[in-house]
Antibody, heavy 121, light 110 residues
Framework: QVQLQESGPGLVKPSQTLSLTCNVFGDSISSGNFYWSWIRQPAGKGLEWIGRIHTSGSTKYNAALKSRVTISSDMSKNQFSLRLSSITAADTALYFC?????????????WGQGTMVIVSS | QSALAQPASVSRSPGQSITISCTGTSSDVATYKYVSWYQQYPGKAPNLIIFEVNNRPSGISSRFSGSRSGNTASLTISGLQAEDEASYYCSSYSSNSIVVFGGGTKVTVL
């Protein structure tokens, strides 16, 4: 059973860079046709797709965040990461990592439990 | 503003049916069959309940069904139960290989 687990600092100061990691258990991120993705949700609001990295290493980002986002992967650690620069209070949210399976579902079939990020000085 | 438009809330009594709409554009819902729906309880991660417009993953109740007409996708929950009280989000693959979400619909079981 594949499981995802996010980790990172719960509190980040404005203007700094947020770094989150998603550890993948039960499968290798280097195999299969998947998009390993980041999605966030401000409190009481809807889901926002941040971006994804393909098994091949290619990336795609939300246009609204593109200038500040980098998603990368580390095959040796079986994890992928999110970096979001120039953080503001508007980036305060619950951040999820998720697997997009475009072989079987063309949907996000597995999600992490989410990690809360608060931007405050 | 979310890319896909959903009603903010819907309320029904147990046993009734509800239909949640998800309106997109020719760049997403109208063109691609990759429309999915997620159920989310407060403080929890979303859970996939419908994929490719009208398919249910294994283990999802047959009370959940999906459809699409033009640029509007719909989720129907029949025989509403207390456990269905949650938020529901639609999602679609979009042009330029991105994914878009709806703003979410909170379902209240009266």
């Amino acid at each position: 059973q594949v499981q995802l687990q996010e980790s990172g600092p719960g509190l980040v100061k404005p203007s700094q860079t947020l770094s989150l990691t998603c550890n993948v258990f039960g499968d290798s991120i280097s195999s299969g046709n998947f998009y390993w993705s980041w999605i966030r949700q401000p409190a009481g609001k809807g889901l926002e797709w941040i971006g994804r990295i393909h098994t091949s290493g290619s990336t795609k980002y939300n246009a609204a965040l593109k200038s500040r986002v980098t998603i990368s992967s580390d095959m040796s650690k079986n994890q992928f990461s999110l970096r979001l620069s120039s953080i503001t209070a508007a980036d305060t949210a619950l951040y999820f990592c998720a697997r997009y399976d475009f072989n079987n579902f063309d949907a996000f079939d597995i999600w992490g439990q989410g990690t809360m990020v608060i931007v405050s000085s | 503003q979310s890319a896909l438009a959903q009603p903010a809330s819907v309320s029904r009594s147990p046993g009734q049916s509800i239909t949640i709409s998800c309106t997109g554009t020719s760049s997403d819902v109208a063109t691609y069959k990759y429309v999915s729906w997620y159920q989310q309880y407060p403080g929890k991660a979303p859970n996939l309940i419908i994929f490719e417009v009208n398919n249910r993953p294994s283990g999802i109740s047959s009370r959940f069904s999906g459809s699409r007409s033009g640029n509007t996708a719909s989720l129907t929950i029949s025989g509403l139960q207390a456990e269905d009280e949650a938020s529901y989000y639609c999602s679609s693959y979009s042009s330029n290989s991105i994914v878009v979400f709806g703003g979410g619909t909170k379902v209240t079981v009266l």
